[in-house]
């Protein structure tokens, strides 16, 4: 939510790496307070019966390696990144949106380590800041104060303050539509939640090493994507898809062996709707998933804060790679760190990777959406990954839907800082059967079209899987003919 975004033909992330400094940053100790619990929100109307992955967080939310000449991975379901807010920030640092917070003891509420359940989504007991000024305001009009107070003050730019309260304005209406109680006070508070994490990356920015690690301590960056997107989702109408090979994934894990999702990839949200899919019947894949994520998800300070709450390989995109040339050569010596720690994971067995061989965000044709196309090096990547590992790999195709939460652009642009818009909807992903990849390129002699035929066979999977997908969650009335899919978080929203 994270982070999974664009990063096909990607190859890893910031330059050094650094400690999480929700614990010490430049600007000194930075302290995480946890607000006064609030009446708990519900939702309008109870979930519907549960029929019978990740992470998040793990948000996913969203979701990285050779050097030049060799293949790239692809992006991660960005992470997504979970998903961030407004326009592109004003070129050049950023003044501090307001003094740090003061000293003070740590969260009061221990950090929740699982994944956040999809009806704590609308729970605001165990909501956490960063600087105190924004555990304050509980109607838009307060929230939207802050805004212009910081713009007077000169620590905030009128254009990112125009963004803001554009993205502020669509979330509220998007959570205002799934008639959940209290739509203000819980978009407001999750607003201001964003707007400290965000405008804490100007004050203190956090640096992605090649392998990061979600960080849960002492601000618990997982459950705050999953809060954000877990308001957007219509749990009633999504669907997770072939729960038994989801468990045949989960025992192969557990056995020490290596599975590579590949996966479309529509929203930045991605990371967070494949935990809140998953937490209920596979709550170690929702958290433990890794997503391969690209230059955006680990640079942009709208994104950035998502990405911190997931498990990431980060990239440096071959699109992005001659983009600052001074940096080329520091780029590709951190893909080559990042290609190294995916074979040391995928050597020590048990890891679960995301990736998005597209290189980015589906884009709709015609206004009908459907994965786009793989590229052949990044799939050829993880299969040449997983086969020369120390222990037994796994390459299973998978479905997402999501774009209606959080569509992207219709357009690919290298700028950050692109508008944000919501709505309530549905969601959903599914596994296709494992790919066997041997039997695919049988016969075929030439290497790239070996490669080639790999990656249609991979892509061609997830078209099929995707078409049914979108049928169960739009048809609600053809949901019940099609027992692949289930609703597991249903049944979680009930009994808690």
């Given at each position: 939510m994270a982070l999974p975004c664009q990063a096909s033909r990607q190859m890893c992330c910031n330059r050094a790496s650094s400690r999480a400094r929700t614990v010490q940053g430049r600007t000194g100790r930075v302290v995480v307070r946890t607000a006064a619990p609030a009446k708990a929100p519900v939702p309008a109307a109870a979930p519907g019966p549960a029929a019978a992955p990740v992470p998040a967080p793990q948000p996913a939310p969203a979701p990285e390696p050779a050097p030049a000449a060799a293949p790239e991975p692809a992006p991660a379901p960005e992470p997504a990144p979970e998903p961030a807010p407004a326009p592109e920030p004003a070129p050049g640092p950023v003044p501090a949106p307001g003094p740090a917070a003061a000293a003070a003891p740590a969260p009061t509420s221990a950090p929740i380590p699982g994944p956040v359940p999809a009806k704590a989504s609308t729970d605001l007991a165990n909501l956490q800041f960063i600087n105190p000024m924004w555990s304050q305001p509980k109607t838009e009009a307060e929230f939207k104060g802050i805004?212009?107070?910081?713009?007077?003050?000169?620590?905030?730019?009128?254009?990112?303050?125009?963004?803001?309260?554009?993205?502020?304005?669509?979330?509220?209406?998007?959570?205002e539509s799934s008639g959940v109680p209290d739509a203000e006070l819980l978009a407001t508070k999750v607003q201001c939640s964003i707007a400290d994490c965000v405008l804490n990356q100007f004050v203190d920015p956090y640096t992605?090493?090649?392998?990061?690690?979600?960080?849960?301590?002492?601000?618990?960056?997982?459950?705050?994507?999953?809060?954000?997107?877990?308001?957007?989702?219509?749990?009633?109408?999504?669907?997770?898809?072939?729960?038994?090979?989801?468990?045949?994934?989960?025992?192969?894990?557990?056995?020490?062996?290596?599975v590579v999702l590949l996966a479309n990839h529509q929203t930045e949200a991605d990371p967070g709707v494949f935990a809140h899919m998953l937490a209920a019947s596979h709550p170690s894949l929702a958290t433990d998933v890794i997503y391969v994520a690209g230059d955006r998800v680990v640079t942009d300070a709208l994104c950035k804060p998502f990405s911190m709450g997931r498990n990431l390989f980060c990239v440096h995109s071959k699109k992005h790679l001659e983009d600052e040339p001074e940096l080329k050569a520091s780029k590709m010596e951190t893909n080559r760190k990042t290609l190294v720690a995916m074979q040391r994971a995928f050597n020590a067995g048990g890891s679960l990777v995301w990736i998005a061989p597209s290189g980015g965000r589906d884009r709709p044709m015609d206004d009908v959406w459907?994965?786009?196309?793989?590229?052949?090096?990044?799939?050829?990547?993880?299969?040449?990954?997983?086969?020369?590992?120390?222990?037994?790999?796994?390459?299973?195709?998978?479905?997402?839907?999501?774009?209606?939460?959080?569509?992207?652009?219709?357009?690919v642009d290298k700028a950050l800082g692109e508008r944000r818009l919501t709505a309530w909807s549905g969601v959903g992903i599914s596994v296709c059967e494992e790919l066997d990849w041997q039997s695919v390129v049988k016969g075929i002699d030439d290497k790239e079209a070996a490669?080639?035929?790999?990656?249609?066979?991979?892509?061609?999977?997830?078209?099929?899987?995707?078409?049914?997908?979108?049928?169960?969650?739009?048809?609600?009335?053809k949901r019940a003919e099609m027992p692949q899919f289930s609703q597991p978080f249903l049944a979680a929203q009930q009994a808690s």
């Open positions: 805004l212009a107070k910081l713009v007077e003050a000169g620590k905030l730019p009128a254009k990112l303050q125009a963004g803001w309260v554009d993205f502020y304005n669509n979330y509220r209406a998007a959570v992605f090493p090649s392998a990061h690690k979600r960080l849960l301590e002492p601000y618990n960056y997982f459950n705050f994507g999953q809060r954000y997107v877990g308001t957007l989702i219509d749990f009633k109408n999504s669907v997770l898809g072939h729960a038994d090979r989801w468990t045949k994934i989960q025992e192969q894990l557990v056995a020490g062996e290596n459907s994965p786009d196309p793989f590229d052949a090096t990044a799939v050829e990547l993880m299969r040449n990954l997983i086969n020369r590992a120390k222990q037994p790999g796994h390459l299973y195709p998978m479905a997402m839907f999501s774009y209606p939460v959080m569509p992207p652009p219709k357009t490669q080639a035929a790999l990656a249609e066979a991979a892509w061609k999977s997830v078209v099929a899987e995707y078409a049914q997908l979108d049928a169960a969650i739009k048809q609600p009335e």
